[in-house]
């Protein structure tokens, strides 16, 4: 392996598009239109179109920037063109958290719904845990192993036939909903939206089912697209279509199977209202629906879907986690060996290390991986914070660079994609932000170990443009914990509330800007990567100073 030999561009706009849109649609689609219309009733529907909205803001933000500088692991590597070393491993080192934790998630949900069919049952044991989840078996963490293992090892033949993979995998996952959807509107009633009226709980309801329903938090998976930028074919057209379009797809899917979820429900089922509607089963609410319907055929597929959800998106974590570590490598926390790709262009080293750690978290949290999701979710939306900052210091610093793809009204846009950050941070709850200050502070211990060793990292670290990011940190934290969400005391009334986060993040907005790098130096890393021409050529991963 070589350290500069450069990824190729084999991802077309389909390949990368579908990247996307396999992060989004995973195992949760199957009970996201119940915890959704737990929250609002039918007025659900109204949940998945405003949620895509808000996040195809931060998606364009990102689009610009990623366009301009399409680099191998964007999440943690773009802001350090904007802000230097140290913000990068900052991010870099928070997002690697969250994905680091994604495909083991994704593992066991996998094996959950296979351990359904009792032939299957060996997979796991009853759990002494306090909190009453089945435990992985011996055998079951040996299966959950070879998954994960399986993950790496289709990923290691390159990203072309990843995405190959990758995009028959989610055609599958995007017709089976589809099928499911159209056969729930053949039965569609207005029935159960007469028993209780379209928005039961009026706007408020529709806010939790993106909040607390979870609604939010399933597009967050387009944020794949964003970390094989760096390997697409014309990035200046594949990538903005990707972000924007994989979470326009998913958005009109999400709604589509919402409506036939809340036309199929049953009206004696809502005796004690939408909140009082049960799971459905061990194999989901689509299922019982599709049962009670008389289609046991189509449950079966429900139960298909199950499994490849998990897996499709399993796949694309292991593939981003790996590009991010070695963005993560790029900015210093890292040993620079992880930056080495195969003769495949995969950067095989950072895989094998996240097939580690991914491994050990099978062993630490074998009956309470649940746990796991506070760091997936909390993580992957506070390191997305920097993406506003970094697209408008960007037309700043280097006004002069080419941009194959111009968000207009960037200055409106991008702090209204900042807002749409902080609320997501806060909506993720109390309970969540603290536990995420352990690996933080676990990657000040790391950074420090690393700058013991080479001095010459610390000094590189442009510390001028970090400090913000401690007390921004600081004030999310005190935000949630006056907050309605996760365990928060629930001081700030509803609205209040999310107009102090709006207030908080336009002042952390600016802060945040005015502590770019000065303009000489953030060209000075920019132009460590070739523009991007019409036909452009291989890309070249910047090396930091």
């Keep these: 392996m070589d350290e500069s030999h450069a990824p190729a561009r084999s991802v077309g706009t389909l390949g990368l598009t579908f990247v996307a849109v396999g992060g989004v649609v995973g195992s949760g689609v199957l009970f996201a239109p119940l915890f959704a219309a737990q929250q609002a009733g039918p007025a659900a529907i109204l949940a998945w179109p405003i949620a895509g909205l808000m996040l195809v803001t931060v998606a364009l933000v990102f689009a610009e920037v990623s366009a301009m500088l399409p680099v191998v692991g964007g999440l943690g590597l773009l802001p350090t063109f904007s802000h230097g070393q140290g913000v990068g491993v900052a991010t870099g080192w928070v997002a690697w958290v969250g994905y680091v934790t994604a495909a083991p998630i994704e593992t066991q949900a996998m094996l959950e719904y296979v351990s359904n069919d009792a032939s299957f049952g060996w997979l796991f044991v009853a759990s002494t845990s306090s909190n009453g989840q089945s435990a992985l078996s011996l055998p079951g963490i040996a299966a959950a192993a070879v998954v994960l293992a399986l993950f790496t090892a289709l990923n290691a033949f390159g990203v072309a036939i990843f995405t190959r993979v990758n995009t028959t995998l989610t055609w599958i996952k995007l017709l089976i909903p589809i099928v499911i959807a159209v056969a729930l509107l053949t039965r569609f009633s ?5 028993e209780t ?7 408020t309801g529709v806010l939790a089912a993106i909040t607390t329903g979870g609604v939010v938090f399933a597009f967050l998976g387009f944020r794949h697209a964003l970390d094989l930028a760096g390997e697409a074919r014309r990035p200046q057209r594949t ?6 379009g994989g979470i326009l797809i998913c958005a009109v899917l999400f709604t589509v199977l919402q409506l036939g979820f809340i036309g199929a429900v049953a009206p004696d089922d809502l005796d004690r209202g939408w909140a009082g509607l049960g799971q459905g089963g061990a194999n989901g609410p689509l299922a019982a629906l599709l049962t009670g319907l008389g289609m046991a055929a189509l449950a079966k597929l429900v139960v298909a879907d199950a499994v490849l959800g998990p897996f499709g998106a399993g796949l694309v974590s292991t593939a981003s986690t790996g590009r991010l570590a070695v963005a993560v490598a790029h900015t210093g926390l890292f040993p620079r060996t992880m ?8 950067p095989m080293r950072a895989m094998v290390l996240n097939l580690a750690v991914g491994m050990a978290l099978l062993l630490a949290f074998r009956d309470g991986w649940s746990e796991l999701l506070s760091f997936n979710s909390g993580a992957i939306v506070l390191s997305m914070c920097m993406g506003p900052i970094t697209v408008v210091a960007l037309r700043r610093q280097v006004p002069e660079r080419r941009r194959p793809f111009r968000v207009p009204a960037l200055p409106v846009l991008a702090r209204v994609a900042f807002i749409v950050v902080g609320l997501i941070i806060y909506w993720t709850g109390w309970d969540t932000m603290i536990k995420l200050t352990i690996p933080i502070a676990a990657g000040a211990v790391v950074l420090g170990c690393r700058i013991a060793r080479d001095p010459t990292l610390g000094r590189s670290l442009s510390l001028p443009s970090v400090l913000w990011l401690g007390p921004y940190y600081v004030g999310l934290l005190a935000l949630t914990f006056a907050g309605r969400f996760g365990g928060g005391r629930e001081w700030l009334p509803n609205g209040v509330d999310m107009v102090a986060v709006a207030v908080f993040s336009l002042a952390f907005f600016e802060w945040g800007v005015r502590s770019a790098l000065p303009a000489a130096q953030a060209a000075a890393a920019v132009a460590g990567v ?3 021409r019409a036909d452009p050529g291989p890309a070249v991963a910047p090396r930091q100073s």
């Design 197 to 203: 009226g379209f928005a039961p709980e009026g706007m």
């Design 339 to 346: 930056t080495a790709l195969s003769r495949h262009g995969v």
């Design 530 to 532: 070739p523009e991007v």
């Design 190 to 194: 207005t029935e159960p939206i007469r």
């Design 239 to 244: 990538i903005p279509v990707a972000l924007v």
